[in-house]
């Protein structure tokens, strides 16, 4: 019978679906939509990241394969960039590996370390990569509950023995995608700790690492003792260089995580093209304020939007950290139905909490992709409709 795999059967991307229809069908209506859906960039990385991007296309061995685990120059690059920001020292031989975007990493980590069978734990809610990757290796998630209570941090010492026996691998991420939470220094410590009890590898995916508003830099993973006897942590140029469209990501860490997603990846991909690679190691390495600048704007953005809403009288914690919002919902509707009621009736279009779990239900998340003053004035629209 032609069908298609079963794994299939449980990646939903249903939620996502559905807003984007129910958001097109009003603008084949005529209607203007601010769209605070997708977190996709909607600036460009700076003049000179796309100078450096222009000039590596002059180079005539630009249009080669490129090798599957990247050059050596971005890969320096990354190492120099963690030494600086984290004072974490790394071979970039085989301690970091060059991706295609976070994406690459994330979806490709379950084939290179999990079998079927195998328990992977994954927060919920989270970003729904990390379940989905499970199904695809054939391994099973088991869900963290990351609650406000919590500081949507998880509850290691709740997950019962025998899932821990069964368990492979952790993944994390903070700050936080959808919660916006960030983790405390002592946090990661107790993940590694809790990783060689049980006998887990542990993926840390710090996609908004750089987007942090406190003075100190974000905690990283890597940075803790013992962190590369277990794990990796995943950095992408996405969001902190605006570079999404570009794919550029990298992985650091622990050496046999690294070359076994390599080999995976070897099978799958010639790598990032080399020019991509050039401009991204210009941006990690030159620091010409263009990564405080990135976190200046997504802090603006915050205050814009989330002023009126909370003057109005709803009770949104103010994010820390990260590029989105996510506002518990301050009626009885649940979280699909809340984001329906916004985008007919105040035009904005955000995503349904329970898109990213069933710990996502009460929430909707806003991500902050537009221009401070259009933020603002989507607010103001929230706000009548909320009476
Ligand atoms: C938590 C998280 N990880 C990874 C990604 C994907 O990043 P990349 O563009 O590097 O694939 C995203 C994108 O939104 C994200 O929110």
Not at 3 to 30: C, P
Not at 196 to 219: I, N, Q, R
């Amino acid at each position: 019978m032609r069908t298609r795999a079963k794994r299939l059967d449980h990646i939903g991307t249903a939620v996502f679906f559905e807003m984007e229809t129910q958001k097109s069908a009003l603008q084949a209506q005529g209607r203007t939509v601010t769209d605070l859906g997708i977190g996709s960039p909607d600036q460009p990385p700076a003049a000179f990241i796309r100078q450096a991007l222009q000039d590596a296309l002059e180079d005539p061995a630009a249009f080669g394969y490129p090798r599957s685990q990247g050059t050596l120059g971005f890969r320096q690059a990354a190492v120099n960039f963690l030494d600086r920001r984290y004072q974490v020292t790394l071979d970039p031989e085989t301690e970091v590996l060059t991706l295609m975007g976070a994406q690459d990493g994330l979806s490709h980590l379950t084939l290179a370390l999990i079998d079927p069978g195998d328990i992977v734990l994954v927060p919920d809610p989270g970003y729904p990569i990390y379940e989905a990757s499970v199904h695809l290796a054939g391994g099973t998630p088991y869900p963290l509950p990351l609650r406000a209570e919590n500081g949507f941090l998880p509850d290691l010492q709740a997950v019962p023995e025998d899932i821990l026996k069964r368990a492979k691998l952790l993944l994390l991420n903070y700050p936080n995608n959808p919660t916006t939470a960030l983790a405390p220094d002592s946090f990661f410590d107790e993940v590694i700790a809790f990783a060689k009890t049980y006998d887990l590898w542990v993926m840390h995916d710090a996609a908004y690492s750089e987007l942090s508003f406190g003075a100190e830099p974000c905690p990283s993973f890597l940075s803790k003792a013992g962190a590369k006897d277990v794990g990796i942590e995943i950095h992408s140029l996405s969001k902190t260089f605006h570079y999404a469209g570009a794919r550029l990501a990298f992985a650091a860490g622990n050496a046999d995580i690294l070359k076994a997603l390599a080999v995976v990846k070897s099978n799958i991909d010639y790598g990032v093209f080399t020019p991509v690679q050039v401009a991204g190691a210009v941006a990690l390495q030159d620091d010409r304020g263009h990564i405080a600048a990135t976190r200046e704007l997504y802090q603006a953005r915050r205050d814009a939007f989330l002023g009126p809403l909370q003057s109005a009288g709803w009770a949104i914690p103010t994010p820390q950290a990260t590029m989105f919002v996510w506002a518990p919902i301050p009626s009885k509707q649940d979280s699909r139905a809340f984001a329906r009621h916004l985008l007919t009736a105040a035009s904005v279009a955000c995503v349904p909490g329970v898109g990213f779990g069933a710990q996502g239900e009460g929430f909707v998340r806003f991500s902050l992709v537009q221009d401070a003053s259009v933020l603002r004035e989507a607010a103001l629209r929230i706000v009548q409709v909320l009476g």
